[in-house]
């Protein structure tokens, strides 16, 4: 059993992320910012932790973060005005790494997107350049930290049903089911196999597409 913190937990993503983890015996403590979502974030099996971490300082998200085993970032400002997405997909992202360093809590699994690297290619007077530039430099500051962590990549999010298959780089937009993003965590967390790795990846197709444990190698 293992102690996870979530946060974004009443994202789409961590909502079907959270019954994963409760099944298989993890204790899961999901960070809201509406007190409103906290009967969503139980009704997973998870517990819920009302916190603003958008002005939460470093020592005040390692009390939020210490006795747990592992941080899952699945936080995001969800395309609001360029600052709020500065200041929670890449500064509070930040803070959240250094947190958990300062708690002693290592492993970290940020959750990215499919086109993060440093040549993105998102123009600066795109409406997407904040987002892109914020998750690179958020990517970049795990790489540099001391923590076990992994940067998961999907491409373009969708509602279908979970296949439990991925593509490992896919081409195009790398098209991924929310669900089979959430079993995707759910594997990294499983074990060491992910460390230290930037894992993009898709749903791809019959052809392509391989169990999610045999795609990470786990």
């Known amino acids: 059993m293992s102690r996870i913190i979530v946060f974004g937990g009443h994202g789409r993503i961590a909502l079907l992320l959270a019954p994963l983890l409760v099944a298989r015996g993890d204790e899961v403590t999901g960070v809201i910012r509406n007190p ?17 971490i958008e002005n939460l300082d470093v020592d005040e998200l390692a009390e939020i973060i210490r006795g747990h085993d592992a941080v899952v970032w699945s936080a995001g400002a969800g395309g609001g ?14 803070r959240s790494m250094d947190a958990a360093e300062r708690a002693g809590v290592r492993r970290y699994v940020m959750v990215s997107w499919l086109g993060s690297t440093a040549d993105h290619g998102v123009p ?15 990517d970049e ?18 509602f279908d049903e979970p296949t439990a298959r ?14 089979d993003v959430a079993g995707v965590i759910a594997a990294s967390l499983h074990g060491p196999c992910t460390i230290g790795r ?13 169990p999610i444990t045999e795609a990470l190698g786990c």
């Open 36 to 52: 409103e979502h906290a009967s969503d974030v139980e009704a997973t099996g998870a517990e819920a932790l009302v916190a603003d």
């Open 81 to 94: 005005s360029p600052e709020r997405t500065y200041a929670v997909d890449r500064d509070a992202a930040q």
């Open 124 to 138: 600066e007077g795109d409406s997407f350049f904040p987002y892109a530039d914020a998750k690179w430099a958020a």
């Open 141 to 158: 500051h795990l790489r540099g930290s001391g923590l076990e962590g992994t940067i998961l990549a999907p491409g373009t999010l969708t």
């Open 166 to 179: 991925i593509q490992i780089d896919p081409a195009g937009s790398g098209a991924v089911s929310r669900a």
């Open 198 to 210: 930037t894992i993009r990846f898709g749903n791809g197709d019959a052809a392509t597409a391989v």
